[in-house]
């Protein structure tokens, strides 16, 4: 009888930790782990989602734009081409409008669906503008609805401010596949690796993983 | 609250016990003051943290337990007319703040500073009666902070400077002053005691 007794105050107090503790939230304190976690995954996430994403817009634009026909040596709205046909190697395009992406430099190498992106200047996360530079390849595949999938992979480096910076690669491809919408890419398969530094010391490094979809992710940091 | 209170009684009780003092109308004065605030603008403020998107705001450690002492005062006035003086203020405060990791949430260190300055001044007399005066004033000088941040001993020295919009002074040798000052060592309520010579 003693021996249930102790079994019930014991699970009871259990219960009452339990139902205690979810009425705190990390987010209510500053300097937590948590929410700091939270911030360092959006960062890389802004980096996958954002930053690699327009460069895929770029290049669907580019493509669309291509497949105009106005790809002779005129100055086009949004590109400068050199005046060859997008999927001819040797073809050398670049942003001249929007931002973000403006001076994106796309080239065409080889005869398959691959060509490389490269940019250097300013580039926002989330309001934050710094100097990023990056050269990434995308190989695209089929793709449904409004857009094609893509592989990605490459790399880049950014340098903000306080002596910080990083450099963030792929390892290995990262697909990005068009969602059920058929309006955005909301599937993501690979890695995207960050390395933070501060003054040259290096101070995290982390990676992104997707396990299908951008919101199916798993990070890790301080490795 | 306390303070407070115990400062307004002491306010309103000085007139009627410096009323029996003889009137020396000495031309040196020398208080010692204390101001509620200090105004860290001098270094840049070091707490600042802003919920950003940005390496600095994810990586840099959080700040706790940020304490400040008054900036505490003294100040050397010379009358060269009855309602104008000079003088030299010297003022110091303390400050101390610990870091924690921004991911881990562990103490990583600590920060202490001093700061020290040192400011001639001036003072207009616009208003002087016998146990009462109101006044305005100015000081400009140099200001030195020293301390220590995590392992790193830090020393950093720029201008000081203090305005005085408006202030009262009440007794006549002995007189309790409360200023409101601002500027960036102190900013605020000031309350002084002080002497004439």
């Known amino acids: ?223 | 609250m306390k303070k407070t209170v115990f400062l307004i009684f002491f306010l309103a009780a000085l007139p009627f016990s410096v009323n029996a003092q003889p009137d020396r109308n000495g031309k040196v004065e020398v208080s010692a003051n204390i101001s509620g605030d200090v105004a860290d603008t001098m270094f840049g403020n070091y707490d600042f943290y802003y919920n950003s998107m940005d390496l600095a705001s994810i990586y840099e450690p959080r700040t706790r337990n940020v304490n400040y002492t008054p900036v505490f005062s003294v100040m050397g006035e010379y009358k060269l007319r009855k309602d104008f003086s000079v003088g030299l203020e010297a003022a110091w405060w303390h400050m101390s703040k610990e870091y924690y990791d921004s991911f881990t949430d562990d103490f990583t260190g600590s920060c202490s500073r001093h700061s020290v300055s040192l400011m001639p001044c001036v003072k207009y007399r616009y208003l002087i009666r016998r146990s009462f005066e109101l006044h305005s004033g100015a000081a400009v000088g140099a200001g030195l902070m020293f301390g220590k941040d995590g392992n790193d001993s830090t020393s950093e020295m720029q201008a000081a400077y203090q305005f005085l919009p408006i202030g009262m002074r009440i007794g006549r040798d002995i007189y309790a002053t409360l200023d409101y000052y601002m500027g960036n060592v102190a900013f605020g309520v000031r309350f002084g005691i002080g002497y004439r010579f």
């Open chain 1, 1 to 223: 009888m003693k021996r249930i007794l102790f079994a019930i105050i014991i699970s009871a107090s259990l219960c009452a930790c339990k139902k205690e503790s979810s009425f705190y939230y990390d987010s209510e304190f500053t300097g937590t782990y948590s929410y700091n976690s939270t911030a360092g995954c959006n960062y890389l996430m802004a980096v996958a989602t954002e930053l690699l994403v327009d460069n895929l817009r770029a290049m669907e634009n580019a493509l669309e734009f291509n497949s105009f026909g106005s790809v002779s040596n005129s100055r086009t709205s949004a590109y400068h081409s050199n005046g060859k046909d997008l999927w001819t190697p040797g073809a050398e395009w670049e942003v001249t409008a929007v931002t973000a992406i403006k001076g994106v430099k796309i080239s065409k190498d080889s005869a398959d669906s691959t060509w490389t992106l490269t940019r250097s200047g300013d580039y926002g996360i989330n309001g934050n503008i710094y100097p990023t530079e990056y050269s990434i390849t995308l190989r695209m595949h089929k793709g449904a609805g409004y857009h094609y999938d893509w592989e990605v992979s490459g790399n880049g480096t950014r340098t903000e401010n306080k002596g910080y910076g990083c450099r963030f690669w792929t390892d290995g491809p990262v697909n990005y596949v068009v969602g059920v919408s058929g309006y955005n890419w909301s599937g993501a398969f690979g890695t995207i690796w960050m390395e933070v530094n501060c003054y040259d010391e290096t101070v995290d490094k982390a990676f992104l993983r997707f396990n299908g979809s951008t919101s199916d992710y798993r990070y890790m940091r301080g490795l």
